[in-house]
Each structure stands twice: as C-alpha cells, then as structure tokens.
T-cell receptor, first 112, second 114 residues
C-alpha cells in the first residue's frame, strides 16, 4: 500500500481556515486521495476524496498538487466540532475491493 | 439516510469466551470491511468481503473468523478471547469498494475482555 505522511498535530483558532497537509510521494496513477476524520469514541467519517483535480464539498476542499505527491485538506472555517484526528489515505482504483489503510493521522485542536 | 449499523454497541466478555459482532451495511452496499482500534491507536484493517466472498485479509488473528451473508450483513466471530482483544471494532461498507467511492463506518462495538 502506498504510504502517506502527515504532521502529528496542528492547532487552529475557531472560525479561521485550516490547512492540513499530506505527503504521498509514492502515489500511483490509479490511487485516489481520501480524507477521513475520527472524533473521540466515534467511527471514522468520510470527508472528501479526489484523483487529480481540486474538489469541494460541503465539509471541506481538497487541493491536490500538480504532481500528485502531496495534497491539502482545507477546512474553510474551523469550528470546535472539527476537532478530530484527520487521516489522509490512498485508495486504489483498480479491483472490486480496496481497503482503507489508516496511518498516523493528524490531530487537529481548535481553540475557542 | 440509513447508516451502517453495528451490534451490540458494548460487549463485556471473560477471557477464553467467544464473541460475535454483527454489521449491517448501508442498503445496496456490497463490500464490508472490519477494523480493530486499540486504545490510543489507529484503526487496523482485519478483513473484508465483496459480494459475500472474502476479498482481503489483514492482521486478523487465527482465533477470529468472519463471513458475509446473503443479505450482505457480516459477522465477526472471536474465540478464545484474550485481554488484548479489548478494543473498538468498526465495520464499514462501500459500494463496489473501488477507489473512487467512499466508505461509511458504523459507530463501532466496544469489546471489553476481563
């Protein structure tokens, strides 16, 4: 499985934008970049995914570098409920089954 | 919208007992994944099923087995429980399990072995 590298932790102020980086230098051409987050004592929650182009949804934006070796999850206005562990995961396109392999995510703290 | 349902939510077992965890995927999802998350750890992949067939296997102990039934629900059977099996167990479901689809996770079953 292709690996991702994320900082251990990040702090943000409430209502400010947050940029969570992820490096994936060994990404293959068929890997999608997925982001999930996990709040304490809850199951992981899907945030966003993309392949080459930047993506936006109601939760966040995903900015993908042109060479695809890094990406950034952008939370436009952090709230206290966004405090969680965020996982950047590469998921293969090919095949009928592609598991999500969780690495060491980044713990986001949000200050009031 | 219907989500992934796991039961039970909490389970307490003694060492050497057996436990069965159940997972009901989102309707029309054909792929189920099981994960184990120990205290302070990241979720670890155990096993997955696609169309009722085992499709991938991770760090699942030989004491554990799982299957996906004709209605696509899945069960994780754990025997000879050990203290180290105490963890949160998550089930996730996906449609076809391809890279361009998202997976949805249940709320988990907290297993405590005493």
């Amino acid at each position: 499985d292709a690996k991702t590298t994320q900082p251990n932790s990040m702090e943000s102020n409430e209502e400010e934008p947050v940029h969570l980086p992820c490096n994936h230098s060994t990404i293959s051409g068929t890997d999608y970049i997925h982001w999930y987050r996990q709040l304490p004592s809850q199951g992981p929650e899907y945030v966003i995914h993309g392949l080459t182009s930047n993506v936006n949804n109601r939760m966040a934006s995903l900015a993908i570098a042109e060479d695809r070796k890094s990406s950034t999850l952008i939370l436009h206005r952090a709230t206290l409920r966004d405090a969680a562990v965020y996982y950047c995961i590469l998921r293969e396109t090919a095949g009928a089954n592609s598991k999500l392999t969780f690495g060491k995510g980044i713990t986001l703290s949000v200050r009031p | 919208a219907a989500g992934v349902i796991q039961s039970p939510r909490h389970l307490i077992k003694e060492k050497r007992e057996t436990a069965t965890l159940k997972c009901y995927p989102i309707p029309r999802h054909d792929t189920v994944y099981w994960y184990q998350q120990g205290p302070g750890q990241d979720p670890q992949f155990l096993i997955s099923f696609y169309e009722k067939m085992q499709s991938d296997k991770g760090s699942i102990p030989d004491r554990f087995s799982a299957q996906q039934f004709s209605d696509y629900h899945s069960e994780l059977n754990m025997s000879s429980l050990e203290l180290g099996d105490s963890a949160l167990y998550f089930c996730a479901s996906s449609s076809r399990g391809r890279g361009n689809t998202e997976a949805f996770f249940g709320q988990g079953t907290r297993l405590t072995v005493v």
